[in-house]
């Protein structure tokens, strides 16, 4: 019996395997996990962006990339943006960090073009029953992106490919296209708690929380080299009324490089 297979068939019982979202929790779920919508649903489409030789290797141009196996350059984007992180905690250090540092799917930095690199962070309310959507534009095959989510446990209440067989690849198009048309099964029925899950090649995966844990929490696929090219984002929680008062002294830190200067 394989848990979590790789083939993602998920929406029936079978022998050979279960997924994640076939177990039950052995406890009590928040009943407001269990309604049919959350106060904040946030559909997250994850892919690389694959640099041309020429973009990258231009004089001066000293982006971050991976060298994947094949020879591709990749960066990752998460709704369409790079994570970078900030020059100081925000948790501690919130008013050392400009704002225009932060951005999200709603708020792009202007011109940010295709490889857009900001710290990547979506508002939550306090107490907001949240729900994501991830959904895998990479379709690497046989690659699945363990999604790991600090300062919570979420329920896993879906997950699977699209159950349209004429489409070859899902992407946030076609998830939100399901979605409208009441296709991308959520089941309440004890949903497991997890923090860390694998989602599915060319597929998607469901869960909510609720957001009772202030603070600003890292978001991000576990894979280390998958960080380092920006498959992360912030789950900011709350406001800064929420949090305790930084201590008295407490150490502070910032960017230590200077600015780097080309002559
Ligand atoms: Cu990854």
Redesign the pocket.
């Known amino acids: 019996m394989v848990l979590n297979p790789l083939d993602a068939i998920c929406n029936r019982p079978r022998k050979d395997a279960v997924c994640v979202s076939q177990l039950r929790n052995a406890r009590k779920v928040d009943e407001g996990i269990l309604e049919e919508r959350p106060d904040v649903k946030i559909f997250l489409p994850f892919r690389f962006l694959f640099y041309r030789p020429e973009q990258l290797f231009r004089p001066h141009t000293y982006n971050k990339f991976l060298a994947a196996v094949g020879g591709d350059h990749v960066i990752s984007l998460i709704d369409e943006i790079s994570f970078e992180f900030p020059p100081s905690p925000p948790l501690s250090q919130i008013h050392d960090i400009p704002q225009e540092q932060f951005c999200n799917g709603d708020n792009r930095p202007a011109e940010c073009g295709n490889n857009c690199m900001c710290t990547h962070q979506v508002d939550i309310p306090l107490n907001a029953v949240v729900e994501v959507v991830l959904v895998d534009e990479v379709q690497s095959p046989n690659l699945s992106?363990p999604f790991h989510l600090h300062g919570y446990a979420f329920n896993v209440v879906g997950i699977g490919r699209s159950p349209d067989q004429n489409v070859k690849k899902i992407n946030l198009k076609h998830a939100l296209d399901l979605d409208r048309r009441g296709l991308l099964h959520r089941h309440f029925n004890l949903p497991p708690a997890k923090d860390t899950i694998a989602v599915p090649n060319n597929g998607y995966v469901i869960f909510r929380f609720r957001a009772d844990n202030p603070g600003y929490w890292l978001f991000h696929?576990h894979?280390l080299f998958?960080i380092l090219i920006g498959?992360n984002l912030i789950i900011h929680v709350g406001t800064q009324a929420d949090l305790p008062p930084v201590p008295h002294n407490f150490p502070k830190c910032g960017n230590h490089l200077p600015p780097i200067s080309f002559h």
């Open positions: 992106h696929c894979f998958h498959m």
